[in-house]
């Protein structure tokens, strides 16, 4: 890598992209809470197992430090089509996340988006912080306590009836869209029973959109399977109204605007087989942005994914 390179990195040490993302187009990924800080254990994470769920709040780090990173990669000329929130867990845990989104707005039209588990929206203070963002998108995969117990693994001071509560509460206070995510795992959260319940407290909510999606990155537990495209339709036309299936983003941007990190990360694999924190250590790059040219080189069907001793590596496909 490039002296250059290397210092873009290190100055941006919070932020990951713009990457193309299949819902906000050219994303800027913000990052400013510790890896795996979560308040939630969900089966399929993408982070893999998370051993310790909290759910304090906490001034990890300072927004003014992160707020000048988005300056210079403002001024730095990418294309930047939202600037995320989300990462290595629950953006909300960082206690100074609205004070963030109000400076963000101070210098840049841009708009913000939030990635939130919907965990902290019951409390009062963590609605006001996301109350400037213009898009937040919170997930929602389960109705009834045993579900989410199964699925999201919760702190234990967690109820869902309480979450359900606090969405509620911020769909009649937040001026911006708000789209609800429900991830589908097979056999956990997609009983006919269950998909009713679901179906009910979705139309109490009215979020401006459902997008329903399932497993499609390597999940923290082995069991968590995807459902079938053919199910997830069916699940849609069940919900009905304003429900879509997340679309894969075009493939043609992503492969024009990454095709060196690709080609680096199949030439890595090439000589042996790599966890996702070995490649973006050795890249130098956000485990997110990694993960996206995983992913689209694992529909290209470039990839195979292999455990060994609770880890999973990656390997070039065997044609
Ligand atoms: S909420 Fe997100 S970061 Fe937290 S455990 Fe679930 S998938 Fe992982």
Known sequence: MKSSQKNNKKKWANLYGPVPSRRLGFSLGVDFIPFKTCSLDSIYCQLGHVPDKIVTRKDYIPASEILSQIKEKIDSGARIDYITFSGSGEPTLNSEIGKLIRGIKQITKIPVAVLTNSTLLQHNEVRTALSAADLVVPSLDAVTQDVFEKINRPHPSLQISDIIIGLKKFR???????????????????????????????EELQPDRVQLNSVVRPPA??????????????????????????????????????????ESILSMIQRRPMTLADLASSLGLHRNEVMKHLQFLDEKGDIRL??????????PAKK
Not at 184 to 193: E, W, Y
Not at 306 to 314: A, L, N, Q
């Open 172 to 202: 009649q206070e937040f001026k911006g869209k708000i789209w609800i995510e429900v991830l589908l795992v097979k056999g956990i959260n997609d009983s006919p029973l269950h998909l009713k319940k679901l179906k009910t407290v979705l």
């Open 221 to 262: 537990e082995s069991f968590a399977r995807p459902l079938l495209l053919d199910e997830l339709e069916k699940i849609r036309d069940f919900i009905g109204g304003r429900c879509e299936i997340i679309a894969t983003f075009d493939k043609t941007a992503q492969n024009l605007i990454q095709k060196s990190e690709k």
């Open 306 to 315: 292999i455990r060994h001793k609770g880890s999973v590596y990656y390997e």
